[in-house]
């Protein structure tokens, strides 16, 4: 993104990654108050900030907003993929709880790599670069959250039914 976009050199990815790995760490030590105070809810305004932040790259490749979008999507990424840590060992019974765990971390991992896969591709594919992608990949990420909500809206309207 930060060779396509030109908005920095190999010092400001590494500033990045740090600024990012930064707030990733933060949020992670305040995600257990704040699932406590959101439960399942958690993920949601997660997902909008992070959907927003690609898309915001994608439209306004600088320095400022890309330094901004990293650390605002890292801080909110916690309340994603940590959710579902928690919420999978609610869902299986107890003596489950580790293979479920392993089973989400099996599928974020092998998301992060197919994705990196999908960015190259569609790259080759429609011949834009990565900073015209970005936008698709937060409105990819939108749909995919709205799908999520709706699915969780029904089951959950139709298990208060039972």
Do not use: H
Not at 37 to 47: G, L, W
Not at 68 to 76: E, K, L, M, T
Not at 96 to 109: M, N, P
């Amino acid at each position: 993104y930060v060779m396509d976009a030109g908005v920095g050199d190999e010092a400001f990815i590494g500033m990045l990654a740090s600024a990012g790995t930064i707030a990733t760490a933060v949020a992670s030590l305040i995600f257990g108050a704040v699932y406590k105070r959101m439960k399942n809810f958690v993920y949601i305004p997660a997902t909008i900030i992070m959907g927003v932040c690609f898309i915001a790259m994608g439209f306004f490749p600088n320095p400022v907003v890309t330094i901004v979008c990293v650390v605002v999507a890292g801080f909110f990424w916690p309340f994603y993929f940590c959710y579902f840590y928690v919420r999978v060992t609610q869902l299986v019974p107890e003596n489950r709880a580790g293979s479920a765990t392993g089973v989400v971390a099996f599928s974020d991992g092998l998301a992060a790599t197919l994705c990196s896969y999908l960015v190259t591709g569609l790259m080759g594919a429609t011949g834009m670069n990565c900073v015209q992608l970005w936008p698709i990949f937060g409105v990819g990420t939108l749909i995919t959250l709205a799908i999520s909500v709706v699915y969780w809206m029904l089951t959950r309207k139709k298990s208060v039914q039972q």
